[in-house]
């Protein structure tokens, strides 16, 4: 492995004719704020990538580091597999768009519900945001109810409904048993009332809020492992009791597995036991291209069905295009129950390993995350939910200043928490890599 924990590899980025603050100069005349994403924003400038091979990208200045957010978790097989490109260069050139469905949906929707027990059927969309609407839509549909309760702090995209909350302040979040409906900027007053926000991990208070709101309750929304609320585990029993707590009142259970697919061949649910009514996928299924889905029971997702008494409308022009689903279907394939396990098993390694490098620097923190990914919080407080990491999330300063320091030793780590996840191209030696290269960072960043 080539190793850059010598660390000089921003050295040209830094430099006042870097390409990257040029195209960013560039950027921020036509783009607001200079980019399209927010998530890929970083102080002052982004570092602009060239081209990414397996587990590696090489950035606009030729610094190649190894990946750890792979495009946040979506590329579960790392950049550029050959496979892939493969199958997506033969798809290009047979057409890429067509008013017709074609055999490769068909095949992906076969290999999704055959994967995971609880999807009967599927439908795609083109991103996880929309997923997630659509199937807050097929709850509503299904069940003639209007509100959703969510988690606080738990990210689910970019509609209304679901951005409730996603990160609010202690200014304004209210009561820790009855957490405020925190409006995005640009959302109706109204949406905040159709939202009841949930403390993670608090099933008492979680029961009081759902008993109250389930006449009008058409789903709660949950992500098994939220990146949101830092990766705290559910606690154990907490995800069957809020199966069996929706269920008793007629509520819909909606997983949100957009990002958490990447944790379990058969489902991210599937090792807690639990059969959600509906679930989202998105990220890798798509093999690196924009995709999303909603799946569940063939009762739940008769909503769609145009041949029924359809109640729910899903229409657009790229849904399944068949670029993303060779290259989803190809992916999918790739991930065997073995490679989940391989794969896994280097997830529980660099856990492992970060767990010993906090131990041995007697620096106080814990390793969360599950499958592969980790994430660490510099705090020895109880995690239980999301503000028990206050003031050690996302906003807090110190996390650019370790992403900018890993960045100089040639690794890719979110600039928002010491969060990354591990792509099938990756072996011990770039987790052994990334574990030395952090030790030094955190001990030079004091
Ligand atoms: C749990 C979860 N749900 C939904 C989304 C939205 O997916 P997309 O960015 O594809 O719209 C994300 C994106 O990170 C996510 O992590």
Same mark, same amino acid.
């Given at each position: ?22 195209? @960013? ?42 990946? &750890?957010?792979?495009? @946040? ?13 493969? +199958? ?8 890429? *768009? ?49 509100k959703i309760a969510k988690f606080?702090?738990? @990210?689910?995209?970019?509609?209304? @409904?679901?951005?409730v909350s996603? $990160? ?7 009561? *820790?048993?009855a957490p405020?409906s /925190? ?9 905040a009332r159709d939202v009841v926000v949930l ?7 979680c029961?009081?809020l759902i008993?109250r709101n389930k006449?009008e309750l058409?789903?709660v929304l ?6 949101? /609320?830092?990766? /705290?585990?559910?606690?154990? $029993? ?16 909606? +997983? ?10 058969? $489902? ?36 769609? #069905? ?11 022009? &790229?849904? *399944? ?30 856990? #492992? ?6 131990? #041995? ?20 407080? #109880? ?64």
């Open positions: 492995m080539k190793s850059t924990v010598a660390g000089t590899s921003l050295a040209k980025y830094r430099d006042a004719g870097a390409l990257s603050r040029q195209l @960013y100069e560039r950027a921020s005349r036509v783009m607001p704020g200079g980019n399209t994403r927010h998530s890929v924003a970083l102080a002052p400038y982004p570092i602009y990538a060239r081209s990414g091979s397996g587990c590696r990208i090489t950035d606009v200045e030729g610094e190649e580091r190894v990946d &750890f957010l792979n495009n @946040y978790t979506s590329l579960i097989l790392g950049h550029a597999h050959p496979r892939v490109t493969e +199958a997506v260069l033969r798809r290009v050139a047979l057409g890429t *768009a067509f008013t017709m469905p074609t055999p490769e949906e068909v095949e992906l929707a076969e290999l999704i519900t055959g994967r995971v027990a609880y999807v009967e059927q599927i439908r795609f969309c083109n991103s996880g945001s929309e997923a997630v609407m659509l199937a807050v839509k097929a709850a509503r549909g299904f069940t003639g109810r209007h606080e702090g738990s @990210y689910h995209g970019i509609y209304d @409904y679901v951005q996603e $990160g609010p302040t202690p200014d304004v979040w209210g009561e *820790a048993d405020a /925190i409006i995005e900027p640009g959302t109706p007053e109204s949406v403390p993670w991990n608090r099933p008492e208070a029961r009081k008993e006449n058409a789903a949950v992500d098994p492992m939220p990146l949101g /609320i830092g990766m /705290i585990a559910p606690r154990p $029993g907490f995800l069957p009791w809020l199966r069996e707590e929706t269920a008793r009142h007629g509520i819909l259970l909606i +997983a949100d597995e957009v990002l958490n697919f990447r944790l379990d061949y058969h $489902g991210a649910c599937h090792p807690h036991g639990i059969t959600p009514d509906l679930t989202t996928f998105g990220k890798i299924i798509g093999g690196g291209f924009p995709v999303g889905a909603v799946a569940g029971s063939r009762r739940c997702m008769s909503v769609f #069905d145009h041949t029924g008494a359809l109640k729910v409308h899903h229409g657009g022009t &790229f849904n *399944a295009n068949p670029v993303t689903i060779v290259a989803g279907l190809e992916t999918m394939r790739q991930m065997t129950t073995e490679a989940f396990d391989r794969l896994n098993a280097l997830g529980e390694y660099v856990r #492992d390993r970060l767990r010993r490098l906090f131990r #041995d620097t007697g620096r106080p923190a814990q390793v969360c995350g599950a499958g592969s990914m980790f994430l660490a919080h510099l705090t020895s407080g #109880d995690l239980v939910d999301f503000r028990s990491l206050r003031g050690f999330s996302r906003t807090n300063p110190i996390y650019s200043d370790l992403c900018h320091k890993m960045l100089e030793y040639g690794f890719i780590l979110s600039p928002r928490g010491i969060f990354g996840c591990l792509s099938t191209p990756m072996n011990e030696a770039e987790l052994d890599g990334l574990v030395a290269a952090l030790g030094r960072a955190l001990s030079e960043l004091g």
